[in-house]
């Protein structure tokens, strides 16, 4: 799989904001992308996707204080507004060839993550 990379994860006061990172290689064209996050204790979720024609969709519970772009075909950028404590997670890049449709479904290409802490 196409390796992506995430940045600019970091520790945060709660309130805050901050925006993360995702660099995919060089020629890397895919149908979707998005942004993921993990929790300690708790499953991975969908944040927000955005397609090739820049249509974006976020998950109903945190739809407001996030924003999915794409500078370009090959970086993807996340700002997050007004962070809480829960906000804390591991968050991850991710992309997938094929329909977007599919909401967080079929995301197959996936970055390390970056770490982003609420105090």
């Known amino acids: 799989h196409v390796q992506l990379v995430e940045s600019g994860g970091g520790s945060v006061q709660a309130g805050g904001s901050l925006s993360l990172s995702c660099a995919a290689p060089s020629g890397f064209r895919p149908d979707c992308m998005g942004w993921f996050r993990q929790a300690p204790g708790k499953e991975r979720e969908g944040v927000a996707v955005?397609?090739?024609?820049?249509?974006t969709t976020y998950a109903d519970s945190l739809k407001g204080r996030f924003t999915i772009s794409k500078d370009n075909a090959e970086n993807l950028s996340l700002q997050i507004f007004s962070l809480k404590l829960d906000d804390t997670a591991m968050y991850y890049c991710?992309?997938?060839?094929?329909?977007?449709?599919?909401?967080?479904?079929?995301?197959?290409?996936w970055g390390q993550g970056t770490q982003v802490t609420v105090s």
């Open positions: 991710a992309a997938r060839l094929g329909s977007c449709s599919g909401g967080f479904r079929g995301y197959n290409y």
């Open positions: 955005i397609d090739s024609d820049g249509r």
